[in-house]
């Protein structure tokens, strides 16, 4: 069966990318030694014009850059960066489990191997959420490479990491964000005062600030409603306070982990509507935008032919080997292949994959998504000043 073409491009993996944010912050403040000669180019393309002590590195989850174009009458701040905007490219899936992997370790997916929300640990044959982790996965064998933070602390510069506390210690914090010290609080205004009290000390430092309600509604209320509005708004006001308190031998950097599109539920393709198909597999990962298929052994290539023609011109259904070849995790390491779909099922716009004898309630009643490779999901700020 012949392989298809993918219908819209696959990640510019020579351009500038989220995972060469962290190292452009690192030369900042004088940090070009702990970094590798290729990952010290391609950051000096996106760092900072002035030297700086300390950098500052916001993430809001979910801020995709046409997003922000598209209602940035709501962001007055954040529109004022605009002209002086860098475009960077998610990588894919275009999800924060694999893109915060990028951001810490400055590796592309198919090396860090966090490759979706959901993956199947071919040790244990378990799928299991990449940013929460699992019992039976040590983070630090999943992802065994270090990570930038831990390259700045031997390299005598602190990192420091701002967010949600209950992922102190766990998850992607154990694994592929590992190394900086942690600090946790509830609110925006909590992380911003402590990213200023981090900048305001001693010693030459990397605060990494993560916020991740604009993405939660966006999920649940979708983006074009007036709750996304309501917290775009919110934190342009917090990032306003934070550049307007920046110390003058300090760097900002406001970028995102994807964008992300409306997904009505009667476009949805439901596994669970469709049994024989399913019946192929022995298990699902991924999102529902960007969806990893594990065959059962031995049924590969009927499962390849039935959901090719349950998709349709849905979406474009992909081999392991034609995902791989075509680029879309940029280059595998052998350990990682198996993390990856027998198939991998990439939605048009408007399109996912939900299977509700298995999704929670929750996930199921969800109308924002992302991990697919359009623009809206791809394209991500990166919004730089000085103090």
Do not use: C
């Amino acid at each position: 069966m012949g392989a298809p073409e993918l219908r819209v491009p696959t990640p510019d993996y020579a351009g500038p990318l989220l995972s060469d944010v962290i190292p452009a912050a690192a030369l900042a403040v004088g940090g070009a030694d702990i970094l590798t000669p290729e990952a010290a180019d391609r950051a000096q393309r996106i760092a900072p014009d002035a030297s700086a002590r300390t950098a500052v590195v916001v993430l809001i989850d979910g801020l995709g850059s046409r997003l922000l174009r598209r209602r940035a009458a709501h962001a007055p701040f954040l529109r004022s960066l605009l002209p002086d905007e860098t475009l960077l490219s998610a990588g894919f899936p275009s999800t924060t489990a694999n893109s915060l992997s990028s951001l810490a370790t400055g590796l592309l997916p198919g090396a860090h191997g966090v490759m979706g929300y959901t993956l199947l640990d071919p040790d244990s044959d378990e799928v299991f959420n990449q940013l929460t982790g699992s019992d039976h996965v040590d983070g630090r064998v999943w992802v065994p490479d270090a990570t930038l933070f831990d390259r700045l602390i031997a390299g005598g510069i602190d990192a420091v990491n701002l967010g949600e506390p209950k992922f102190d210690g766990r998850g992607l914090n154990r694994g592929s964000m590992r190394g900086a010290r942690f600090r946790g609080s509830r609110t925006l205004d909590e992380r911003v005062d402590h990213a200023l009290e981090e900048l305001r000390a001693p010693g030459r430092r990397v605060v990494y600030l993560y916020w991740g309600a604009l993405d939660k509604n966006g999920h649940v209320h979708g983006v074009d409603s007036w709750e996304w509005l309501e917290e775009l708004e919110q934190v342009d006001g917090s990032m306003r306070r934070l550049a307007d308190s920046l110390p003058a031998d300090a760097v900002l950097s406001i970028t995102a982990d994807h964008g992300m599109i409306d997904v009505p539920h009667e476009t949805r393709l439901d596994l669970a509507l469709h049994p024989d198909e399913r019946a192929l597999l022995r298990a699902v990962g991924g999102e529902p935008r960007a969806t990893h298929l594990y065959a059962r052994a031995g049924a590969e290539a009927d499962a390849l032919a039935a959901f090719r023609a349950l998709v349709g011109d849905r979406g474009t259904v992909l081999t392991r080997d034609r995902a791989v070849a075509a680029g879309l995790f940029g280059p595998v390491r052998d350990r990682n292949l198996p993390r990856i779909g027998d198939l991998v099922v990439i939605g048009e716009p408007g399109f996912g994959i939900v299977d509700s004898e298995r999704d929670s309630p929750a996930a199921l009643s969800l109308l924002g998504h992302h991990g697919g490779v359009t623009p809206d999901e791809l394209e991500i700020p990166l919004l730089t000043l000085g103090g």
